[in-house]
C-alpha cells in the first residue's frame, strides 16, 4: 500500500513540474523573432539589439593633441601623468636587498612562510 501511494505522489509531482513548463512558455520562437524584427525597425530594440549598433563614448573630450601638451607639462615639472602614474607606481624599499634576503632566510628558518614576516612587524 505504502508503495501505491509514493508512486502516485511522485507520478503527481512529474505531472505537475512537466506541465507547468509547458505552460510557462507563452510565445513561440517565430513570434518572438518577429517582434525582433520589428523592433529593430522601429529603434527600440532592447539590449541586445542596441549593443551591437551602439557607438562607444569616448573616454575624453579633449583632443589628443591637448592630452600630450598637457602630460608633457607635467612631466616637465615633475608631477606623475594622471591617474596612470598612481596605479603602476610601486613603494619602493629603502632596504638593501641583501638585507631583505637576510631577513627572508631568518624568518624561513623560524618557520614562517614568505610575506608574513613583514605583516610581524
Known amino acids: 500500500m505504502k508503495m501505491k501511494t509514493t ?9 505537475a513540474l512537466l506541465s507547468f513548463g509547458v505552460m510557462a512558455q507563452e510565445k513561440s520562437r517565430a513570434e518572438v523573432k518577429e517582434e525582433g524584427k520589428a523592433a529593430a525597425k522601429s529603434g527600440t530594440a532592447g539590449e541586445a539589439g542596441t ?8 573616454k575624453s573630450t579633449k583632443a589628443r593633441s591637448d592630452v600630450k601638451a598637457e ?3 607635467a ?9 596612470q602614474a ?9 632596504k638593501a636587498r641583501a638585507d631583505v634576503k637576510a631577513e627572508t632566510k631568518a624568518a624561513t628558518k623560524e618557520g614562517i612562510p614568505a ?4 605583516q610581524k612587524k
Open 7 to 15: 508512486l502516485s505522489l511522485v507520478a503527481a509531482a512529474a505531472v
Open 51 to 58: 549593443a551591437a549598433t551602439a557607438t562607444p563614448k569616448p
Open 71 to 73: 602630460a608633457a607639462a
Open 75 to 83: 612631466e616637465k615639472a615633475g608631477i606623475p601623468a594622471g591617474e
Open 86 to 94: 598612481a596605479k603602476t607606481a610601486k613603494p619602493q624599499s629603502t
Open 115 to 118: 610575506g608574513e614576516q613583514m
